[in-house]
T-cell receptor
Framework: SQKIEQNSEALNIQEGKTATLTCNYTNYSPAYLQWYRQDPGRGPVFLLLIRENEKEKRKERLKVTFDTTLKQSLFHITASQPADSATYLCARAERSNDYKLSFGAGTTVTVRA | DVKVTQSSRYLVKRTGEKVFLECVQDMDHENMFWYRQDPGLGLRLIYFSYDVKMKEKGDIPEGYSVSREKKERFSLILESASTNQTSMYLC????????????????FGEGSWLTVV
């Protein structure tokens, strides 16, 4: 099966700094990767999607990159705020069943004021 | 906005009981999913359905079954609950197989916390 791994369970940063989260996958590149945010006790919420032919995608203070050579996606939160504190999940789709996503275990970000 | 509604937020059941977790989506989505989420293990797919009465096993189907009699409703059934099924269960839906437009973004419900004692 295709694996997807997020490099760390927790990340603590100072308000105003940039948080960088890593997502690595094995074997072939997926058609796209997705990033979700999950608050405690809630379901995940979609943030961004990046396709394999896209190098970078931005949405407000969020930026995602996709490097098929390194088999890696980076997720950046710039000018971080305490309200950005949450768990962030990356997900990949299987090429044969592209509607079936596999999720990483998540990285919990805590932004200190 | 897409809404995925899980009928029960918190449940406590006894070992051996039959448990039904119900989920309804209001956006005419083709695909529906049941995941469970455990600390350190992330989201694991139990079952998914790509059409009414159609289902496929996910990564951890043992001990579970599902039912999709109507497009908007997807039920997860624990035939005989066990303590190792204590977890948070998440229902989700997505539009369909045209990933070019939607990327098959998954919309999640708020989760059902099940404790089996």
């Amino acid at each position: 099966s295709q694996k997807i791994e997020q490099n760390s369970e927790a990340l603590n940063i100072q308000e105003g700094k940039t948080a960088t989260l890593t997502c690595n996958y094995t074997n072939y590149s997926p058609a796209y990767l997705q990033w979700y945010r999950q608050d405690p006790g809630r379901g995940p919420v979609f943030l961004l999607l990046i396709r394999e032919n896209e190098k970078e995608k931005r949405k407000e203070r969020l930026k995602v990159t996709f490097d098929t050579t390194l088999k890696q996606s980076l997720f950046h939160i710039t000018a971080s705020q305490p309200a950005d504190s949450a768990t962030y999940l990356c997900a990949r789709a299987e090429r044969s069943n592209d509607y079936k996503l596999s999720f990483g275990a998540g990285t919990t970000v805590t932004v200190r004021a | 906005d897409v809404k995925v509604t899980q009928s029960s937020r918190y449940l406590v059941k006894r070992t051996g009981e039959k448990v039904f977790l119900e989920c309804v989506q209001d956006m005419d989505h083709e695909n529906m999913f049941w995941y469970r989420q455990d600390p350190g293990l992330g989201l694991r797919l139990i079952y998914f359905s790509y059409d009414v009465k159609m289902k496929e096993k996910g990564d951890i189907p043992e001990g579970y079954s599902v039912s999709r009699e109507k497009k908007e409703r997807f039920s997860l059934i624990l035939e005989s609950a066990s303590t190792n099924q204590t977890s948070m269960y998440l229902c989700a839906s997505s539009l369909g197989q045209d990933y070019r437009s939607s990327g098959n973004t998954i919309y999640f419900g708020e989760g059902s916390w099940l404790t089996v004692v």
